[in-house]
C-alpha cells in the first residue's frame, strides 16, 4: 500500500490487518483509537491519515494519484 512503510506495516499487524483487503471493511477513525488503546498513548495523527490512505488504495481498482499521499487524507472524512 503507498505510504506504509514497515514501522506503519507492523502496527497494522498488531490491529489485525494482514492484507490490504483487510483495510477495504475497517474504519480508519477505530483503528487509529484502538492504536492509541494499545501503546498505551496519543498517536501522531498522521497515521489516521494514512490509515484513510490505505482504505482509499484497499477500495478501488483505480486511483487519484494526489489521493495516494497520506498526507492529503489531513480533513478529509474516511472513504
Known amino acids: 500500500m503507498p505510504g506504509i512503510g514497515p514501522s506503519l ?3 497494522l499487524r498488531d ?7 483487510d483495510m477495504a ?11 492509541c488503546r494499545m501503546r498505551k498513548r496519543l498517536q501522531d495523527p ?3 491519515y494514512a490509515f484513510r490512505c ?6 478501488r481498482k483505480s486511483h487519484d494519484s494526489k489521493l495516494l499521499l ?3 487524507w489531513k480533513g478529509r ?3
Open 9 to 11: 506495516a507492523r502496527d
Open 54 to 59: 490505505a482504505k482509499y488504495y484497499a477500495l
Open 70 to 72: 497520506w498526507w492529503n
Open 46 to 48: 498522521c497515521l489516521l
Open 15 to 21: 490491529l489485525g490487518v494482514r492484507r490490504v483487503g
Open 25 to 35: 471493511g475497517k474504519s480508519p477513525e477505530e483503528l487509529y483509537q484502538r492504536l
Open 77 to 79: 472524512p474516511s472513504p
